[in-house]
DNA sequence: CAAAATTGTGGCAAAATTGTATCAAAATCG
DNA sequence: CGATTTTGATACAATTTTGCCACAATTTTG
């Protein structure tokens, strides 16, 4: 990934210039202003990462900086201010800021809460985007596509068949009963035989046959199933 | 949208009680816990939407608790603690706490400082990508003049054909479902049949098919579409 | 070993879902 | 306002899924 941008405003240049060497010796690419017209320009002009910003500013105070600019952009914005009021506090975090920081401010404190913010913004990527993908023996199971592939390519499952599949592989090197799979699967109120869990089974089997794999699902006698990770 | 839930943990019963009234007030479903096992057991067991921990508490101290959840879970959590030295705050920040309040605070900047955790997850949900050209195939998808383009022209979407293909494409090797269509371009309140988002898609696939473009729309049966990057 | 219980296999048809064509309502536009 | 485009609905065809059956094969049990 590339590094990621921030932005700071604020009009005392010398607590520009500190943070903007802490924030760089952690590995970010920072740019420096001094009054709310000239972020707001920099930042229409080429959007940043995160933006710290102080209330008292020449030009443009951060309220109304903040608020307008969240207006068009999620960007992540941390307030930084001599105001350490709780009203003050409140306005910051109630017109957009993720953040609200009193000075005096210990600079690695700041550093940790930036990256707090970024770990938040990279948490909720990954839950929206990314299931638990599960490699098991030589076949991938992908829950966001909802396939197995196996070598790459997709072996043809149905939404069923690949439920299932993907629930032996949660709880691998357990045995899973019939009941526990037409409970989880097929749901409670769902009447249907015992023996549908076996059609499934014997579709899934066929197909990894198939395409070639040689992931097997043990049948467990008079209970159920289990896929073991055999080396 | 259901009542947040939120989970206080605090070895001090007063606090607890406070919170959770201003939380209530505000709309949310709390549950408070005083020592850090409980919290955890409930957590496991059925999980919320938000934690708020002291740090010294019986049984599992905050920090061990925080890292825990973290392993497992992108739950939001915020530390309160007595303890305002630097260092305890970036352990704090640092082991997956998404906020740091020294005690004592306001029960009024707790509230800011929840809600504003919350619009910052839902600004990750809804803003995936925004005003980016996106390339996909064979086919350019711009979202500022609205236009897919093949071979330098345009293939003549309308426009909610064109957002359609804008989402799928911002969610490529992801199934999307019809209803998480419905939602995102119909918009919740609008009442209208499922079998909407097949009549588009139909039109899309028509219209990509006549201009010569070999992109493919897949369908996932049961479930909905999705666009595969086929190398 | 034989009977009983359980599982594997192939085929089939009902049920569910999707594709297609057509039409009318709604929105847009000049 | 009228013409055109867009878009949701309906009906029906085509496809896919999936539960079930009958019977063979296998395992357990006495």
Redesign the pocket.
Known sequence: MDKRLIYISDDEINICNIIKSFLIKEGFNVETFNDGRSILEAFNAKPADLLVIDIMMPEIDGFSLCATIRQKSSVPIIIVSAKDTESDKIAGLTLGGDDYLTKPFSPMELIARVKSIFRRIELDKTNVRNNHVIKICDILINPNTKQAEFDGKNI??????FNLLYYLAENKDRAVS?NELLDKL?GFE??????????????I??KLSIAGSVLKID???????KIVENI
Do not use: H, P, S, Y
Request: aromatic content about 12%.
């Open positions: 043809g499952l149905t939404g069923m068949e019939r097929w769902n009447e249907v035989e015992t023996r549908a869990t076996d059609d499934m089974i014997k579709r089997r066929k049948t467990v006698w008079g209970f159920g199933f």
